[in-house]
């Protein structure tokens, strides 16, 4: 038996809690917007097949937690837009989809925050009230698309159209969604949900020594710290899933897909070579479920995706 | 160099963050190291630490920390967190030192960069849509094939909208005295492993071994 | 039959030496345990501290004088389902494979003794899911087949299950610092030159001659102690990865070892809560029993009228501890029936 398959710590109840929605509020990532569109479409895809329609709304900004946590604007500005944002799936009487860890972390953090500080709860009713909109009551969900996924993965198995037979794939799966400890489906320490949607679409999940090492990117340490930590980590971890003979990885998170996508490369460049496609969970659900590839924004990578997929292509 | 006064701390320090809401009850901290034992930046720069930064917070060595070039390495990527068994919100905390450490005029060369994108966003109410017009074509171009719109737009009324947050949140007013305030030149500075050296030409420009 | 009789709850060694000092004056007692044989937890364990004395063998003796004792009746596989208070009288109705049956006692006395923390539950260090990687419960119950492990290198993981509020444990299990110290002590001497490395928070070694013991796993076998929680255990090239910070040092570190062993904690047992509430007593907040104020007690293991507890259902504890605890109860038992009840028969 395979070392991820020997313990599972995947929470049954909390799995059983998630909904099988028929519509969500779709919550745009700026990353995934302008790095990786096909990460979008790929979402829409797989809820298309899954019976989950996803609205989006054009009044809907930046979740403002990048910014935040780069110690770059007034941490008002955060609570504020994050009260704004929210107040439009609540207008709308939606939860929430997200498909980027990063906005999804902040906005579950900053809307707790909201939630349970009054003192906070004052800037963002005070800004609601100043937009004219409706305060944020702090009542609707906000889930992680990967975790909808997982919850219909029966379905998902039976519409497979690609089987991906004998690809090695592996798993980033990012830190800002497992670190939500109060709901996350699946162990912040050896998550293994990831591997299980691999499996069931035909492939064969490799682990790797630093599968729960983060991308380096959060925060912006790319641009300040990118010599020191960055790509030396980036670098260590990368070699680890090479030496474990992985073919494609696969992200939650548009911002950890540029860090370990982008940062081959240089790290190439600089003497270790090392090509890993990496794409997002979505995407590949969408492609075994046999969206044309071409819908999928492949294009966008820097490292090339296509070598990896394209004898699952008829 | 004197050995350091237990004197010269502040509680001041602890009592900010405790009332800051964001990251309350650090003394819970047991000082075990699971933190520093799963993170990435000290794995790879272990002047970086996370156990002893917060016993310097509880302690109250607030001018080493302001001065601490260490906690701007931090990737915020929340393992510490996630392993922590004081249930301690490190990044949180990491986020608050980061603006205490602003406010005594320190850390603005890891805030500089950031800045543009700030000004960008304020404009688009979206965060790095880039500025080249080849890199935008590029991807007018793949989103338009994927029958998306050739750009995410923030509506009028959005943008409209974010840049009043800018205004009642004080944010405006925040970056024009963050743009304003000059850095402060730091007379301390730290080799790996935590020595304190006393910097002789007090220039600040040495802060790093 | 027992209408006199004394009721012992658990036949762990707290239990065992309650009944046996019970019965020694006279009194019928009736010992019961879920389990099929008596001995608890403690007739799987190999040598314990202080004086290496080996669980089973300490087992073995109680169960013999037990035996010997007319006075004391054994009821194996049985569980208590319900206990009342009834004019200064205790009815106990007993499930034994499935027939109810109802007794009346004079007194009781409540041993049923803690669990092991389930290792798994620390998705970081791998338990159940990397084979080198075992429990301090583990290494007690297959010790010869471990110590003939081809071991270069050893880790002892401490705190376990204890001193943990993110899993809902903040107490320190006690005993895991002296158990680790044992376990380091006896895979030193069956493999001298294997490394071992106890990683600790705290060394809580204060037991009669415990700070002489550890000391002499370091002085004398040199085991090595860092300071510093494990963060991680990851498989690698074969062996297992360790990650941790030597605290002392403030250095995060690495090494790879074979085997690890986690201290893990004890945690109540599953039967106290029923039982303890049934009769008016109360758990602290981490699931023991909690005991009444000393200067409000005739005797320090007192629950409620006429029901006394012993052991590790009050709160982690040595196996010295729970046979003294299991003497004072009985002490109580006893006192508490010549007040109350007049002499023995």
């Known amino acids: 038996m395979e070392e991820y398959q020997r313990l599972s710590l995947i929470d049954p109840q909390r799995v059983a809690n998630l909904p099988t929605p028929d519509k969500l509020f779709l919550f745009l990532s700026c990353t995934g917007s302008i790095e990786y569109p096909g990460t979008e479409r790929a979402v829409r895809i797989v809820g298309e097949k899954l019976g989950i329609e996803f609205v989006e709304s054009v009044d809907q900004t930046c979740c403002t937690g990048y910014m935040l946590t780069c110690n770059a604007v007034n941490p008002q500005l955060a609570l504020a837009s994050t009260s704004r944002n929210l107040s439009i799936p609540q207008e709308m009487g939606l939860d929430v989809g997200v498909f980027c860890n990063g906005c999804y972390g902040y906005l579950r953090e900053l809307a707790h925050l909201l939630h349970s500080n009054p003192a906070f709860k004052e800037v963002g009713d005070k800004a609601n009230e100043a937009l004219g909109r409706e305060k944020f009551r702090g009542h609707l969900k ?52 990831h591997e299980e949607i691999y499996k069931a679409l035909g492939a064969t999940p490799v682990v790797y020594k630093e599968r729960r090492a983060c991308c380096g990117y959060s925060v912006g340490r790319g641009f300040t710290h990118r010599e020191e930590t960055v790509l030396p980590h980036i670098t260590n971890k990368m070699l680890s899933a090479a030496a474990a003979g992985v073919q494609l990885m696969t992200t939650t998170c548009p911002g950890c897909n540029t860090a370990l996508d982008r940062e081959q490369k240089t790290i190439t460049a600089r003497g270790n070579a090392v090509s890993i496609p990496v794409i997002d969970l979505s995407q590949l659900i969408a492609f075994a479920l046999g969206a044309p590839v071409e819908q999928l924004g492949f294009k966008a990578n820097t490292t090339p995706v296509l070598p990896v997929l394209e004898r699952f292509i008829k | 160099m004197k050995r350091e006064q237990a004197s010269d701390w502040s509680l001041e320090f602890e009592k900010a963050i405790a009332t800051s809401g964001l990251a309350d009850d650090i003394s819970r901290c047991i000082s075990c190291g699971k933190c520093t034992g799963v ?16 016993r310097e917070v509880l302690l109250g060595n607030y001018e080493r920390i302001v001065q601490s070039e260490e906690i701007w390495r931090c990737f915020w990527c929340a393992n510490c967190a996630a392993t922590c068994p004081s249930e301690i919100k490190y990044p949180l905390l990491m986020l608050y030192i980061r603006y205490f450490s602003m406010s005594h005029g320190a850390g603005k060369k890891h805030v500089d960069p950031f800045i543009r ?37 923030v509506s009028d009324d959005g943008i409209r909208e974010y840049q009043k947050l800018f205004e009642i949140t004080g944010t405006d007013e925040w970056l024009k005295n963050y743009q304003e305030t000059p850095e402060v030149p730091i007379n301390l500075s730290y080799l790996e492993g935590r020595i304190l050296v006393q910097d002789d030409s007090n220039s600040g420009s040495e802060r790093e071994a | 039959m027992l209408n006199e009789g004394v009721l012992v709850i658990g036949g762990g060694v707290a239990g065992m030496q309650a009944a046996i000092d019970i019965a020694a004056s006279g009194r019928e007692v009736a010992l019961v345990d879920k389990d099929k044989s008596l001995g608890g937890h403690v007739k799987e364990y190999g040598a314990l501290f202080p004086d290496l004395t080996v669980g089973s ?165 040199h085991v090595k102690y860092i300071r510093g929680r494990v963060g991680k255990v990851i498989p690698t090239n074969g062996r297992l990865l360790i990650r941790a910070e030597d605290t002392l040092m403030g250095v995060p570190l690495e090494l790879e070892a074979d085997l690890v062993v986690l201290a893990t904690a004890m945690v109540p047992s599953q039967s106290t809560n029923s039982l303890v509430s049934q009769v008016g007593g109360k758990l602290d907040t981490n699931g023991f029993i ?56």
């Open chain 3, 57 to 221: 063998t300490l087992v073995k003796q109680k169960a013999q004088i037990i035996k010997e004792n007319s006075k004391i009746t054994v009821m194996l596989g049985t569980e208590v389902d319900k206990l009342q208070q009834a004019d200064g009288t205790i009815i106990a109705s007993f499930l034994s494979s499935g027939n109810p049956k109802e007794q009346i006692f004079t007194a009781a006395v409540i041993a049923t003794g803690f669990d092991n923390f389930n290792g798994k539950k620390y998705g970081e260090y791998g338990y159940g899911r990397y084979p080198g990687v075992i429990t301090g419960i583990d290494f007690e119950h297959q010790e010869e087949a471990i110590l003939k492990r081809p071991i270069k290198t050893a880790v002892f993981i401490k705190c376990v299950g204890s001193r943990d509020r993110s899993k809902g444990m903040p107490y320190c299990s006690k005993i895991c610092c002296m158990y680790t110290a044992k376990q380091a002590l006896e895979l030193k001497k069956a493999q001298p030159k294997a490394q071992v490395y106890v990683f600790y928070m705290d060394i809580r070694s204060n037991f009669k001659n415990g700070e002489e013991f550890v000391r002499g796993a370091m002085e004398n076998q």
């Open chain 1, 142 to 193: 906000i889930y992680h698309v990967q975790e909808l996924w997982y919850k219909q993965l029966e379905k998902l198995t039976s519409l497979v159209k690609r089987p991906l037979t004998g690809l090695k794939i592996a798993a980033h799966y990012g830190c800002h969604y497992l670190a939500n400890k109060d709901v996350a489906i699946d162990d912040a320490q050896y998550p293994t949900f």
């Open chain 2, 117 to 153: 994108f700030v000004t960008k966003a304020r404009q688009e109410a979206v965060t790095f849509q880039p500025g080249k017009p080849a890199r935008l074509d590029e991807i007018r171009a793949l989103r338009s094939s994927l029958g998306l719109s050739p750009l995410r737009i």
């Open chain 3, 290 to 345: 909690l005991p009444i104020p000393m200067a409000e007690s005739e005797n320090p293991m007192s629950l409620t009228k006429g029901i006394f507890y012993a052991g590790a259902c009050g709160f982690p504890c040595d196996v010295k501890d729970a046979l003294n605890q299991g003497s004072a109860a009985a002490a109580g038992v006893l006192g508490y029936l010549q007040s109350n009840r007049g002499a023995a028969k």
């Open chain 2, 39 to 54: 993170c990435p930046v000290a794995a790879i720069s272990p002047s970086y630490n996370p156990r002893q930064i917060i």
